[in-house]
């Protein structure tokens, strides 16, 4: 995978306490009762037990349990705040932040979706701490996808066509990202925490063992072309190249080998990609965490 892939974030939600999901839902919530006293109790925080905190009380009360949903759609919210002298960070700042962003995350969500997981970071400009979230909001699956084993079920890459060939003109709208999306994905939402997500960047990944020889298709484990314009603008997925990429030697396999020990598959995000006039892919965003419960 070296040179394969780009994280979105470091791992800065170090986990302030080890211990079952109980434990980890009393830290949450001894931390929410904080922040709503009037008479703060003086605790200051480290920066990265400060995103971790946010971020969990963020997935506590926007998140949702079992709801089966897909149409994943990823924003990005920022606050900031300048940095205390001593580099850490006291209640009333973090309630600041975390009301801020909570009004945001709201503000910004679509009609009718869920929040479907909220990862936060930071990151610093000059003398200013930057907390960011990237909110995953998810909809209900609609339409119903057409089986992937029906052979005639060809997907454009991508631009919202819909399908081509035999059944072209249908599902205009969507496209094979959508496909790929809604498959690999998590489809019950949950409430989570220690969020950590990743990129799949150019160079794509390369498979050795690559099953088709299709002109302009490459032996990648997500969808990449190379070729003139004209003819790959609108290339076209047949259905076994769209099992390849979803079976152990395709997108399972990137998320096998990201997935960070001890968390789980939240969800993926697969974004078709015009990279130049001689190439075009699909990006990942792939996303992993503990459940709370």
Known sequence: MAGSTACKKESNTTRPATGNTQNLEQLILNFEQKLNSGQKDGTIYAIDS???YVEALLNYNLGSEGI???GITVDTIETNLLIPSSGEYTLNQLETIYS????KITESQPTNT?????DLYNYQVETVMVFAVQVAYATPLTPQLKSLNDTTGYWYWGGDLGMCDPDSGLYVGMDATDVLEAQIGNATSGVWTNIQSFDILPPWPYDPNFPFDIQYLQPTRLFYAEGPWVDIHDFCIPPAVMN???SSNGIPYLINELKPTGKRFIYC????IWIDAYSIGHQGAFV???PLH
């Open 269 to 272: 995000a697969i974004d078709p």
């Open 100 to 103: 801020e962003l909570l009004d």
């Open 244 to 246: 390849y990429y979803l």
């Open 288 to 290: 992993f965490g503990i």
């Open 50 to 52: 400060a995103v971790w």
């Open 114 to 118: 869920i929040v479907f997981a909220a």
């Open 68 to 70: 089966e949903c897909s």
